[in-house]
Each structure stands twice: as structure tokens, then as C-alpha cells.
């Protein structure tokens, strides 16, 4: 009984506590109901692959990019017949958004190549909303991306080249 309370006192107190002390983000992921959010957001990102392409150098280092730097938005271009696109940054933009125009962009907004944006779509609220909490906890970090240019703009820095489709 006595823990209850104190469990259900402290789950009012800590996420105040926790939003204070990032340091203990590891203590405090495991204590609140907001902070199970946010944990479960990490983990999405994590097992979606996300850091691929929106955090510099994490495929080339075998992931060992301190998360502080994650989801920042790349400056390699991914150049096709869509045009050339730039992986965004993820925490400038969810800085700038609502939980609800964050999670109708993540499921209405078609986007181009190589967005994996059909499995955006196919994740549900809640995750979508432990996503972009996640992005919110981590804060706004780093300059935004290249704009996307369209097709027959060459890209001045550097670029995957995808060839177009066989048969086009
Ligand atoms: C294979 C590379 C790749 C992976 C993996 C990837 N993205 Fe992206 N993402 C991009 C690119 C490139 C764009 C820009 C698309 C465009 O310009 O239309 C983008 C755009 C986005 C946007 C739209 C940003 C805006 O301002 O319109 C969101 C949101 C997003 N990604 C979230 C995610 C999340 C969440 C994950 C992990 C589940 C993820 N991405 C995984 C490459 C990737």
C-alpha cells in the first residue's frame, strides 16, 4: 500500500525532476509515464533505422555517435529521378510542431526517396507520439537540411546517385 503511494507521488514528481536532470535520463526513462514514452521512443528509432540516414556518420561508425548528436539532419543528397532529397532534422522540426501536426505530417505527407515514409504511415499514433516526444526530450539541435532540388538542379555538395529504374 505505502509503496503505491509513493510510487504514484513520485511518478507526479519525477517527470519534472527528470526534464531538470538529463544526466539521469537513464534513471529517469524507467519512472514515469512520460518517460516510458519517451524510452519507447528512443527505441523506435533505434530498430527503425532512423539514425541512418538523418544522423551524420552513424552508418560509417557502426552507430557510435553520441545521442546528443542524433537525428540532426544530414547535408548528403540522395539524387534520383525524384530530384535530390536531404534527410531533415527531426529535432528542429518536431521543436517547431504540435504532437498533432507532428503525427498528421507523419501520416498524411507523402514523401520522396529514400524516406522510408510507408513505414511512417504504417506506425501507429501512440508510437508516432513516443516518436516525436523522444524528438522533443532530445531538443532543437543543429542547422536545418539542404532543401530539396528538383529534378535536373545538380546538387553542390555531395550525393548518393541512384540510377533510374530499369526500363525508364
Ligand atoms: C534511407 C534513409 C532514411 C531513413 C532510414 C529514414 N529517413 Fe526520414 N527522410 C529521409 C529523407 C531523404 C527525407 C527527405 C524526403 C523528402 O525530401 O521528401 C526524410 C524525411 C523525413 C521526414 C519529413 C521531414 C519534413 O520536414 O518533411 C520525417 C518526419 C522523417 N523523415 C522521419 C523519419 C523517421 C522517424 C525515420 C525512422 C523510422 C526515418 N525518417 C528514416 C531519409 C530517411
Same mark, same amino acid.
Given at each position: 500500500?505505502?509503496?503505491?503511494?509513493?510510487?504514484?507521488?513520485?511518478?507526479?514528481?519525477?517527470?519534472?525532476?527528470?526534464?531538470?536532470?538529463?544526466?539521469?535520463?537513464?534513471?529517469?526513462?524507467?519512472?514515469?509515464?512520460? @518517460?516510458?514514452?519517451?524510452?519507447?521512443?528512443?527505441?523506435? /528509432?533505434?530498430?527503425?533505422?532512423? %539514425?541512418?540516414?538523418?544522423? #551524420?556518420?552513424?552508418? @560509417?561508425?557502426?552507430?557510435?555517435?553520441?545521442?546528443?548528436?542524433?537525428?540532426?539532419?544530414?547535408?548528403?543528397?540522395?539524387?534520383?529521378?525524384?530530384?535530390?532529397?536531404?534527410?531533415? %532534422?527531426? $529535432?528542429?522540426?518536431? @521543436?517547431?510542431?504540435?504532437?498533432?501536426?507532428?503525427?498528421?505530417?507523419?501520416?498524411?505527407?507523402?514523401?520522396?526517396?529514400?524516406?522510408?515514409?510507408?513505414?511512417?504511415?504504417?506506425?501507429?499514433?501512440?508510437?508516432?507520439?513516443?516518436?516525436?516526444?523522444?524528438?522533443?526530450?532530445?531538443?532543437?539541435?543543429?542547422?536545418?537540411?539542404? $532543401?530539396?532540388?528538383?529534378?535536373?538542379? #545538380? #546538387?553542390?555538395?555531395?550525393? /548518393? /546517385?541512384?540510377?533510374? #529504374?530499369?526500363?525508364?
Amino acid at each position: 500500500m505505502k509503496t503505491s503511494r509513493i510510487a504514484r507521488r513520485s511518478s507526479r514528481l519525477l517527470p519534472g525532476l527528470c526534464a531538470l536532470a538529463l544526466p539521469l535520463a537513464g534513471w529517469c526513462a524507467s519512472s514515469s509515464p512520460k @518517460a516510458e514514452q519517451i524510452e519507447r521512443g528512443r527505441y523506435l /528509432v533505434r530498430v527503425g533505422g532512423c %539514425n541512418d540516414c538523418h544522423t #551524420p556518420g552513424y552508418g @560509417a561508425s557502426g552507430g557510435k555517435v553520441p545521442e546528443r548528436q542524433w537525428l540532426t539532419g544530414d547535408t548528403l543528397g540522395y539524387s534520383g529521378p525524384w530530384g535530390t532529397t536531404y534527410a531533415a %532534422n527531426l $529535432r528542429r522540426q518536431a @521543436a517547431e510542431m504540435t504532437q498533432r501536426q507532428w503525427l498528421a505530417m507523419a501520416q498524411h505527407q507523402p514523401m520522396r526517396p529514400p524516406m522510408p515514409w510507408t513505414s511512417l504511415q504504417a506506425m501507429a499514433p501512440r508510437d508516432l507520439a513516443a516518436v516525436y516526444q523522444y524528438l522533443r526530450w532530445l531538443g532543437p539541435q543543429g542547422d536545418a537540411a539542404p $532543401r530539396y532540388l528538383p529534378p535536373g538542379t #545538380p #546538387p553542390s555538395g555531395p550525393a /548518393v /546517385v541512384f540510377p533510374a #529504374p530499369a526500363g525508364s
